[in-house]
């Protein structure tokens, strides 16, 4: 079993970048797809990104294509969130995710089986 463990939230001005980490501890991430999910204030959980265990293969939400860059380093077990051109709409707390078992990548949040406790992200207009 895999625990998981964000960092870097804060808060930023519209247009501004920030970067948040996952970092992983229990077992490898090299098993796992990994996501980044949110939730904002009176809203469901919703899917930002998601990448492949081998990196090749990384989907985005249509709200976020283009601005945010989803990575991760295997031997560090550690994914990361990079976030640029921030929007106040994007305010919400950010969750990292494992998926062992799909081959290609879900969106779906039932398909992650372990979640980090989340990190808040505030972006004021």
């Known amino acids: 079993q895999v625990q998981l463990v964000e960092s870097g939230g804060g808060m930023v001005q519209a247009g501004g970048s920030l970067s948040v980490s996952c970092a992983a501890s229990?077992?490898?991430?090299?098993?796992?797809?990994m996501g980044w999910f949110r939730r904002a204030p009176g809203k469901e959980r919703e899917f930002v990104a998601a990448?492949?265990?081998?990196?090749?293969?990384?989907y985005y939400a249509d709200s976020v294509k283009g601005r945010f860059t989803i990575s991760r380093d295997n031997a560090k077990n550690t994914v990361y969130l990079q976030m640029n051109s921030l929007k106040p709409e994007d305010t919400a707390v950010y969750y990292c995710?494992?998926?062992?078992?799909?081959?290609?990548?879900?969106?779906?949040?039932?398909?992650?089986?372990?979640w980090g406790q989340g990190t808040q992200v505030t972006v004021s207009s």
């Open positions: 990448i492949r265990r081998s990196g090749s293969t990384i």
């Open positions: 995710a494992a998926d062992p078992h799909s081959d290609g990548l879900a969106q779906s949040r039932i398909s992650y089986n372990y």
């Open positions: 229990g077992r490898s991430i090299r098993t796992y797809n």
